[in-house]
């Protein structure tokens, strides 16, 4: 994966089949939970920009693997979710 991130800025066509076949699908699928919080009230209705916040909620697992070499563990998931909410969560 590193490998592959590295190449992104040298090769666009590279670039897009990466986006188009990996990141799109799964970046949709986020801005579809996003919606869903605000809708039910568990998230802020002023957080309108969706692409920033799943950006907030998948950078910190793509810092470890790509860069600080920290572990991914099935713990890593909640702890990123609650910082999420401590800042996005509804305030009621």
């Keep these: 994966m590193a490998g ?3 190449e992104i800025p040298h090769d666009p066509e590279l670039a897009e089949a990466i986006r188009s ?3 799109s699908t799964r970046r949709q699928r986020v801005f579809v939970l996003l919606r869903e919080g605000i809708a039910s009230g568990e998230l802020r209705e002023d957080l309108d ?4 916040a799943a950006d907030q909620l998948v950078g910190p697992v793509f810092i470890r ?3 600080t070499g920290g572990r991914v563990t099935p713990k890593l998931a909640p702890k990123i979710v609650d910082s999420f909410f401590d800042g ?3 305030r009621l």
């Design 4 to 6: 592959l991130v590295a």
């Design 21 to 23: 076949a990996f990141v």
């Design 49 to 52: 920009d969706l692409e920033l």
């Design 65 to 67: 693997l790509l860069l």
């Design 88 to 90: 996005w969560g509804s």
